[in-house]
C-alpha cells in the first residue's frame, strides 16, 4: 500500500520527505497537502468560533440552540463517515488520481490490517477529514452573518461541532481498534458518544457489507434495516460508476 510505513525499520526522514512525501516514512505524494489541511482546519475552526462567540454575546438566549447544534453536528457527521466509508470501499481503485489513494487506498488497507490505523501520525490519521472538513468551513466564515443573525450563529456552531465531529471520526475509529484507549475514551464508547469496538466489529465480519457509520454508529442501524447503501448502489451503477477491484 502507498501509504505503509515500515515499523520494522525505521529511519528518520528528511524535511522534504516529511513535507511532500517519496521516502520510507512518509510515502504519501501528499504529505503537503495534508500538513496544509490540518492546518487550515484549526484556522478555520478559530476564525469560526471567533464568529460564533460573538454572535452569542448579540444575543444570549442563543446559547440554549447549542446542544441541538452539536447533536446534529455528531448526527450528521455519523452519516459522512458511513457514506464516505461506504464510497471507498465500494467503488473506484487505490490507484484512481487523488481520490485512490487519499481515500480508497486507506480504507482498503484497513481491512487487510485494521490495526494499521492506530499506527499512523496525527497528520496521517486526521489530514483527509480535515480537507473535507474545508468544504464546509470555508463557506461559512465567509458568508453567515453571524455577528448580525441568531439563526446563522446557531448554523454556524452547527458546522463547526459538525467539522469537529468529522475530525473526531479518524479518532474515535482509531480507539475503536486500540488494545488500551484513553480512559475518556471508553467511557465516550460506553455512553454510545463515539463508536465502539463491539459496534464496529460488525463491519469488519466479511463481507464487510454493514455498519458503515463510524463516528457513534447512531444511523448504522437505520440504514442497514432500509437497505440504504444498496439502493444508492443502484444509482451509482446505473450512472456508471467502476465498482472495487480489491488491490
Given at each position: 500500500?502507498?501509504?505503509?510505513?515500515?515499523?520494522?525499520?525505521?529511519?528518520?526522514?528528511?524535511?522534504l520527505e516529511w513535507w511532500?512525501?517519496?521516502?520510507?516514512?512518509?510515502?504519501?505524494?501528499?504529505?503537503?497537502?495534508?500538513?496544509?489541511?490540518?492546518?487550515?482546519?484549526?484556522?478555520?475552526?478559530?476564525?469560526?468560533?471567533?464568529?460564533?462567540?460573538?454572535?452569542?454575546?448579540?444575543?444570549?438566549?442563543?446559547?440554549?440552540?447549542?446542544?441541538?447544534?452539536?447533536?446534529?453536528?455528531?448526527?450528521?457527521?455519523?452519516?459522512?463517515?458511513?457514506?464516505?466509508?461506504?464510497?471507498?470501499?465500494?467503488?473506484?481503485?487505490?490507484?484512481?488520481?487523488?481520490?485512490?489513494?487519499?481515500?480508497?487506498?486507506?480504507?482498503?488497507?484497513?481491512?487487510?490490517?485494521?490495526?494499521?490505523?492506530?499506527?499512523?501520525?496525527?497528520?496521517?490519521?486526521?489530514?483527509?477529514?480535515?480537507?473535507?472538513s474545508l468544504l464546509v468551513?470555508?463557506?461559512?466564515?465567509?458568508?453567515?452573518?453571524?455577528?448580525?443573525?441568531?439563526?446563522?450563529?446557531?448554523?454556524?456552531?452547527?458546522?463547526?461541532?459538525?467539522?469537529?465531529?468529522?475530525?473526531?471520526?479518524?479518532?474515535?475509529?482509531?480507539?475503536?481498534?486500540?488494545?488500551?484507549?484513553?480512559?475518556i475514551a471508553r467511557r465516550?464508547?460506553?455512553?454510545?458518544?463515539?463508536?465502539?469496538?463491539?459496534?464496529?466489529?460488525?463491519?469488519?465480519?466479511?463481507?464487510?457489507?454493514?455498519?458503515?457509520?463510524?463516528?457513534?454508529?447512531?444511523?448504522?442501524?437505520?440504514?442497514?434495516?432500509?437497505?440504504?447503501?444498496?439502493?444508492?448502489?443502484?444509482?451509482?451503477?446505473?450512472?456508471?460508476?467502476?465498482?472495487?477491484?480489491?488491490?
Amino acid at each position: 500500500m502507498s501509504r505503509a510505513i515500515d515499523i520494522e525499520n525505521p529511519r528518520r526522514s528528511s524535511a522534504l520527505e516529511w513535507w511532500f512525501g517519496g521516502g520510507e516514512r512518509y510515502a504519501s505524494r501528499y504529505r503537503f497537502i495534508e500538513v496544509m489541511s490540518v492546518a487550515a482546519f484549526a484556522a478555520l475552526a478559530v476564525l469560526l468560533g471567533i464568529e460564533i462567540y460573538a454572535g452569542l454575546e448579540r444575543s444570549p438566549w442563543s446559547a440554549l440552540l447549542l446542544l441541538p447544534a452539536a447533536f446534529g453536528g455528531l448526527l450528521g457527521a455519523d452519516l459522512a463517515s458511513g457514506l464516505v466509508h461506504w464510497l471507498a470501499d465500494t467503488y473506484w481503485r487505490a490507484t484512481t488520481p487523488f481520490w485512490g489513494p487519499k481515500f480508497v487506498a486507506p480504507f482498503r488497507e484497513h481491512h487487510v490490517d485494521p490495526l494499521a490505523i492506530t499506527r499512523h501520525d496525527f497528520i496521517e490519521a486526521n489530514c483527509d477529514n480535515c480537507l473535507v472538513s474545508l468544504l464546509v468551513l470555508v463557506p461559512a466564515w465567509l458568508f453567515l452573518p453571524m455577528r448580525e443573525s441568531v439563526w446563522a450563529t446557531i448554523f454556524g456552531a452547527w458546522v463547526l461541532f459538525l467539522a469537529s465531529s468529522v475530525l473526531l471520526t479518524s479518532i474515535a475509529h482509531g480507539w475503536a481498534h486500540h488494545g488500551s484507549p484513553p480512559p475518556i475514551a471508553r467511557r465516550l464508547q460506553r455512553w454510545g458518544l463515539l463508536i465502539s469496538p463491539e459496534q464496529h466489529a460488525h463491519h469488519h465480519a466479511a463481507p464487510h457489507k454493514s455498519h458503515y457509520c463510524i463516528t457513534n454508529g447512531w444511523l448504522n442501524p437505520l440504514l442497514d434495516h432500509t437497505h440504504f447503501f444498496r439502493h444508492l448502489e443502484r444509482v451509482f451503477d446505473a450512472l456508471g460508476a467502476p465498482r472495487a477491484e480489491h488491490d
